[in-house]
């Protein structure tokens, strides 16, 4: 088992840390290979995903990745901005399938934004295409506009697209994740509107032909960004594009308490995948010590899961998180009174050690 290790920018560097030292405490062997991607890239090689990097995480069965990005380089040319690095990655390994969780623990009810009787045991799975759509679609750019309201004037244009395999192999996914849960989909798109999404709600309606057993609706965004905040307990499984992905997963992890508690996977056809946090580099508390590395080891179980096989030693870390949590050690972003504020690498610690407990072993094991 191969691992490449990305820690990025940020505080990319301290929670990556403290999740291989999680992989680490668990017995099991794995060889791990690290490199520079992001904005800490550019620095040494004048690009935010050279090609070592690139040929690694190919290379690699997952790839462990932090974070990437600083307002610093907001101004640099769009092809060398950090957020490049995760989209050459997302683009050049085929990753076309991102799992959102979205879980309440028990414990972080409080840490919520929203009532605790709407959050209190939330369990949504938001899966978002992540290939496609208009984050990748050509052409794009600047241009003297041809025609519209202002003709002549300076304008810029993206190019939203989607063909019937890129929907229907997500929709696959989707409703087998489906099967394995409580057997219903809600499909997201702005068919109202958009073409491409109206071929979308198609498609995705085709698919799930074959799969009598799930039960499939279908939302507009706009409504679905409603619900989450008013009843998010009444969805399960949210299949959706990439960038209304992006948009509804970042609601969806608030309404937990807090980003720094939400992993990902991002996973290709032959289940290589790229497993990160779902927040951001935080430049603004990076190498402070007090970032939550709770998203970035729960990523790395999501790892041992899906892409390395070893779903025990998932179970294991899952476990340790939850036992520290009810131990009520909380990093700043979760913390609430009557709890005790623990660093990132107190946090780590504190994993590393619940690992060891009989009962979390026997969970595994039994
Ligand atoms: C995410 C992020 C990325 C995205 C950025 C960093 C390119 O917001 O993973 O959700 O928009 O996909
Ligand atoms: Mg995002």
Same mark, same amino acid.
């Given at each position: @088992?191969?691992?490449?290790?990305?820690?990025?920018?940020?505080?990319?560097?301290?929670?990556?840390?403290?999740?291989?030292?999680?992989?680490?405490? +668990?017995?099991?062997?794995?060889?791990?290979?690290?490199?520079?991607?992001?904005?800490?890239?550019?620095?040494?090689?004048?690009?935010?995903?050279?090609?070592?990097?690139?040929?690694?995480?190919?290379?690699?069965?997952?790839?462990?990745?932090?974070?990437?990005?600083?307002?610093?380089?907001?101004?640099?040319?769009?092809?060398?901005?950090?957020?490049?690095?995760?989209?050459?990655?997302?683009?050049? +390994?085929?990753?076309?399938?991102?799992?959102?969780?979205?879980?309440?623990?028990?414990?972080?009810?409080?840490?919520?934004?929203?009532?605790?009787? +709407?959050?209190?045991?939330?369990?949504?799975?938001?899966?978002?295409?992540?290939?496609?759509?208009?984050?990748?679609?050509?052409?794009?750019?600047?241009?003297?506009?041809?025609?519209?309201?202002?003709?002549?004037?300076?304008?810029?244009?993206?190019?939203?697209?989607?063909?019937?395999?890129?929907?229907?192999?997500?929709?696959?996914?989707?409703?087998?994740?489906?099967?394995?849960?409580?057997?219903?989909?809600?499909?997201?798109?702005?068919?109202?509107?958009?073409?491409?999404?109206?071929?979308?709600?198609?498609?995705?309606?085709?698919?799930?032909?074959?799969?009598?057993?799930?039960?499939?609706?279908?939302?507009?965004?706009?409504?679905?960004? @409603?619900?989450?905040?008013?009843?998010?307990?009444?969805?399960?499984?949210?299949?959706?594009?990439? @960038?209304?992905?992006?948009?509804?997963?970042?609601?969806?992890?608030?309404?937990?308490?807090?980003?720094?508690?939400?992993?990902?996977?991002?996973?290709?056809?032959?289940?290589?995948?790229?497993?990160?946090?779902?927040?951001?580099?935080?430049?603004?508390?990076?190498?402070?010590?007090?970032?939550?590395?709770?998203?970035?080891? +729960?990523?790395?179980? @999501?790892?041992?899961?899906?892409?390395?096989?070893?779903?025990?030693?998932?179970?294991?870390?899952?476990?340790?998180?939850?036992?520290?949590?009810?131990?009520?050690?909380?990093?700043?972003?979760?913390?609430?009174?009557?709890?005790?504020?623990?660093?990132?690498?107190?946090?780590?610690?504190?994993?590393?050690?619940?690992?060891?407990?009989?009962?979390?072993?026997?969970?595994?094991?039994?």
């Amino acid at each position: @088992m191969k691992i490449a290790v990305l820690p990025g920018d940020g505080i990319g560097i301290e929670i990556v840390e403290e999740a291989i030292r999680v992989l680490g405490a +668990l017995d099991l062997s794995f060889e791990t290979e690290t490199a520079l991607v992001g904005g800490a890239a550019y620095e040494a090689h004048g690009h935010p995903l050279p090609d070592a990097t690139l040929k690694l995480a190919k290379e690699a069965d997952a790839v462990l990745f932090g974070a990437v990005g600083d307002w610093k380089y907001d101004k640099l040319e769009r092809s060398l901005r950090p957020e490049q690095a995760i989209l050459g990655l997302r683009k050049n +390994l085929g990753l076309f399938a991102n799992f959102r969780p979205a879980i309440c623990y028990e414990e972080l009810v409080d840490a919520s934004s929203l009532k605790p009787e +709407l959050i209190a045991g939330l369990d949504i799975l938001i899966i978002r295409e992540l290939t496609g759509d208009i984050y990748f679609g050509q052409p794009r750019g600047r241009r003297s506009a041809p025609d519209g309201h202002f003709p002549g004037a300076e304008e810029a244009f993206d190019t939203m697209r989607y063909s019937r395999p890129e929907i229907e192999r997500i929709a696959h996914v989707a409703f087998q994740a489906a099967r394995k849960r409580s057997k219903r989909v809600t499909s997201v798109d702005k068919a109202n509107v958009l073409e491409t999404f109206q071929f979308w709600k198609d498609v995705v309606t085709d698919v799930a032909t074959e799969y009598p057993d799930v039960e499939l609706d279908h939302m507009y965004v706009d409504n679905a960004a @409603m619900q989450l905040v008013r009843a998010p307990k009444k969805f399960d499984v949210v299949v959706t594009g990439n @960038m209304f992905g992006d948009i509804l997963s970042d609601e969806a992890a608030m309404l937990t308490g807090s980003i720094g508690m939400l992993p990902s996977a991002s996973l290709n056809a032959s289940n290589q995948g790229l497993y990160e946090p779902s927040h951001g580099s935080a430049p603004d508390i990076a190498g402070k010590g007090i970032a939550n590395p709770l998203a970035t080891i +729960l990523s790395a179980a @999501m790892m041992l899961r899906f892409s390395l096989n070893q779903p025990e030693a998932a179970d294991r870390i899952e476990s340790a998180v939850k036992h520290v949590l009810a131990q009520g050690l909380r990093t700043a972003d979760i913390w609430s009174s009557g709890s005790k504020k623990v660093g990132t690498r107190e946090m780590g610690d504190a994993v590393v050690a619940a690992l060891s407990l009989s009962t979390i072993k026997k969970t595994t094991t039994g």
